[in-house]
């Protein structure tokens, strides 16, 4: 039964998000912990036509280890063959699955300055291949597979790890009696024309407005392009970045926000959780707040620099959505991101602006991007959130009602 249900979802994962072509060099990242799951993947990979499949093995608990002992030189060292095998990804064009499983609030007592001196070295060191995956020169797709400790801080009762399997299957779309692939087919498809429509539109501003007191007026950047679901890498080939998805995301403009949010799920950040909390935003920038838990942590987020106290990205998903049915806060962005509208405090997304490869940074930023540090994610959908789209001659146009597309 367990073994039915991993090679499904391994051969979703392999067909759909990373879409393996013949001979083509497959990448998987994955934590020890996810051994399974990252042979199924293997295993399926090979039966699409994979040339070769390479698991690159990763061990939070280790990593954990190295942050508390490892001194400042090692923390900087990215070592030569570390950057010789990712030269090697780009040069075969490799295919890279990300297994993403880290539990949730591992590392907060780790002295921040240490993570920051290891991952400015890394980031730097590997920025060339950072670009080639973050700017799909070949396929790539994140999915999860729970580990006992994440888990158990999502489920405090037996069978963590069983709840934990089925709610990600279940919000993949992977379920006992259907063809997933097929599934995702559809609903990429089914994504693309809401881009499309959105696009069309081409609204200057956004309209939220809902019973909990959120009312919210979104401005677009000049050029905005809605995304979400599928995308093509240079390579020519059609790939799912993240399964499951299901937002519509766009860049909002910097400084046209004003009114009014109140969150409706909890914001991890840092390893600590803000509740209950609200922003309002004057031209863009957060004016006021509040939180009925961890209203400290929220201020730091926003102090941490000038772009975290703007937003940078616009996410509309419906209320009724297999993740947002699960309802369970799972910790970890790729389901929770999903299972609500949000918002993004901090950077924007350049593929979200047309032309924006041939732009500098004050040419996006003109055409309203927002630059930061950070980009954190917090969910404000809502069972009846309304969405009104404004065109610049003041056409309204119905978008969202009673929580969902009215196309
Ligand atoms: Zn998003
Ligand atoms: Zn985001």
Known sequence: MKT???EKYARLIVEVG?????????VINSPVECKDFARFLSDAAYKRGAG??????????????FYTYANDEALEEVPDYIVSECQYFIDKKAATISVSAPTPGLLKDIEPRKIQLYTKATSE??????????????????ASY???AWAEKVFSDGDAFDRLFDAILAASRVLPDNDPVAEWREHMEELAKRNEILNDYNFAYLRFENSLGTDLTVGLAEGHIWAGGGEVAKNGVFFAPNIPTEETFTMPHRNRVNGKVVATKPLNYNGKLIEDFYLIFKDGKVVDFDAGKEKETLKNLLEVDEGSSYIGEVALIPYDSPISNTGILFYNTLFDENASCHLALGCAYPMNLKDSDKMSEEEMEAKGYNKSLVHVDFMFGSADMKITGIKDDGREVLIFENGNFVF
Do not use: C, H
């Open 146 to 148: 729970p580990t006992e």
């Open 4 to 6: 039915d249900r991993l």
């Open 18 to 26: 990373v879409n393996v072509q013949k001979g083509q060099t497959v």
């Open 52 to 65: 070769r499949v390479t698991l690159r093995w990763n061990d939070e608990i280790v990593m954990k280890q």
């Open 125 to 142: 060191r590997l920025d060339f291949y950072r670009e080639f995956l973050m700017g799909n020169g070949a396929q790539w797709s994140i």
